[in-house]
């Protein structure tokens, strides 16, 4: 009988753990393997631009799991090795091939690899002190050179910049944001929100240009950055400079497997790659809008903790033999300083927004319309307006548009009178 | 070290030990135990962590905090006079409380 070589997880990321998590809860029992190539056992990154960097909480503290849990669960955790190369055959099964030269033989592959900050290569690029931010590697870096930094340019406002700005603030940092684009944020909120951030940010005394044009890093001759020089000839002093301009999914392994990549690996609403075998999670997919509808777009790449979640769920129970379509609503957040952002579903195609509370006392949230339906919220500091409508979308309910910036009834007495009267 | 008896819905009772600053939420998350989700990781974005604290063990437990409060307005589990969100609860070393996890966290 031919040796049982399980599922090879490629990838020890948020999606490749809850993959594990749930493979063994769904009582799948064949070997597992995630192969990572950090040092560090998978661990949370949403912390690495906001407590962590602030030195709030310590590596140890982000770890998803003990060692004792892999352990039990008889999940085999490998780091510090990158794989290169993946042979496979038309079952599924095959054979990966680390940098190192190991060797990790599978019956069925996954693919959790994530996604690799978008590099600014312009001139000066290469000098000391210009710095991305996505593995705890990065933050300590960050960190550490904060301490001796006394100006800190931050190129990109969206929410990773606009995080870890609000923390170098928090540290005392004098801060500027260089954005290109005319608007903050421009690719996750609208524009009323980016409207609101861009305020809220600059009566906390954040330096932000917006539509800045970046023509390259000047060094201080020594090979250290010293500023950001703009198109419009100004020259923006930086100890440090962080580009925080986007991620670009991993899909070298997939390519080179001749699995179908778009914007990430495509897969279908069951996780599965173009091969029909390998399974695909997290920031790395590109997939079915798993909450369709008219105006909306049909396929996308999410990059969210709950997307890495939920979809890993999702691929498990295709690797157990289910077939569940994948269909949930998109929600994220990003805390910035003492502003919370939640988001609620996606909001594109919409053609109404409605204020529910006050946008002076930083306490409210836009609810995104179509055909007079609830589509998403952008929620500031008001959780629970978020967790209503978050509920809300999922039931496939809806608050009248002439109602929702009531905001002195809470959503949920509204629903209830709703349901009950209908 | 902080030591949390946790017991499901349906009865089952676990003990878990952490270290001195820990949250109830993340000792039982690093540890699989099903009943707390805690997709937010501890950043009061998600409301998944929603337990009930038993009287007994949390005379110390932080106190109910303004965020935390509006939060557990929106469980999915009915909220009652001794709701907590788990990743809220910072422990001491002496600190061995019992909380229940609702039926349903998201």
Redesign the interface.
């Known amino acids: 009988m031919p040796e049982n070589h399980g599922i090879l997880i490629v990838g020890a990321s948020q999606a490749g753990v809850q993959l594990a998590?749930s493979l063994r809860?769904l009582g799948y029992a064949d070997p597992i393997t995630i192969v990572g190539a950090e040092t560090h056992a998978p661990y949370?990154r949403?912390?690495l631009s906001?407590?962590y960097l602030q030195g709030l909480v310590t590596a140890e503290?982000?770890?998803?799991?003990?060692q004792?849990?892999y352990d039990k669960?008889a999940i085999d955790m490998v780091l510090n090795e990158r794989i290169s190369d993946i042979d496979k055959a038309p079952d599924g099964s095959g054979t990966a091939t680390a940098t190192s030269g190991r060797k990790f033989v599978f019956d069925r592959l996954a693919l959790t690899t994530g996604a690799r900050p978008r590099r600014l290569e312009i001139e000066g690029a290469d000098l000391d002190g210009v710095l991305y931010l996505r593995n705890a590697d990065d933050a300590e870096e960050m960190k550490a050179r904060m301490a001796d930094a006394g100006s800190v340019v931050v190129v990109g406002g969206g929410f990773i910049g606009l995080e870890a700005a609000a923390s170098a603030q928090k540290l005392g940092k004098s801060v500027a944001v260089l954005e290109a684009a005319p608007r903050l944020v421009g690719r996750a909120v609208g524009e009323e929100t980016s409207e609101f951030f861009l305020k809220a940010h600059r009566a906390r005394g954040l330096d932000v240009s917006l539509n800045a044009k970046i023509l390259r890093f000047v060094g201080d001759g020594g090979g250290h950055v010293s500023g950001v020089e703009l198109a419009d000839g100004r020259v923006v002093p930086a100890d440090i400079v962080l580009v925080g301009i986007g991620v670009v999914p991993r899909t070298e392994l997939a390519e080179a497997l001749g699995l179908a990549c778009g914007n990430g690996i495509m897969v279908d609403e069951f996780s599965l790659a173009s091969d029909g075998t390998t399974v695909v999670a997290g920031d790395c997919a590109e997939l079915p809008n798993p909450m369709p509808r008219e105006g909306a777009p049909q396929r996308l790449r999410l990059e969210s903790?709950?997307n890495a979640?939920e979809q890993a769920r999702n691929a498990a129970t295709t690797v157990t033999g289910g077939r569940v379509p994948y269909r949930m609503v998109p929600?994220f957040?990003s805390?910035q300083g003492d502003i919370?952002l939640?988001m609620a579903g996606l909001s594109a195609g919409y053609d109404q927004i409605v204020t529910r509370g006050s946008v002076e006392d930083e306490k409210f949230s836009f609810v995104y319309y179509r055909d007079e339906q609830v589509i998403a919220a952008d929620c500031i500091n008001s959780?629970?307006d978020?967790?209503?409508i978050k509920?809300l979308l999922a039931q496939g309910l809806n608050v009248p548009v002439d109602r929702v910036g009531d905001a002195g009834t809470?959503l949920?007495k509204m629903m209830a009178e709703l349901l009950s009267t209908s | 070290m902080p030591k949390v008896t946790y017991t499901s819905a349906g009865g089952d009772v676990s003990v878990l030990e952490g270290n001195a600053g820990d949250s109830v939420m993340e000792i039982a998350v690093r540890n699989g135990l099903p009943g707390i989700v805690a997709e937010c990781g501890g950043s009061l974005a998600c409301s998944t962590c929603h337990v009930y604290v038993r009287d007994d063990g949390h005379d110390s437990l932080p106190p109910l905090g303004e965020m935390e409060d509006e939060m557990l307005d929106g469980t999915v589990a009915e909220r009652r006079s001794n709701s907590r969100l788990s990743c809220q609860l910072v422990l001491s070393a002496n600190d061995h409380p019992h909380v229940e996890t609702p039926e349903s966290q998201v």
């Open positions: 998590s809860e949370q949403p912390p906001k407590a503290a982000l770890a998803f799991r003990t004792d849990y669960h903790v709950n979640v929600w957040w805390n919370k939640q959780p629970v978020f967790l209503a509920a809470p949920k």
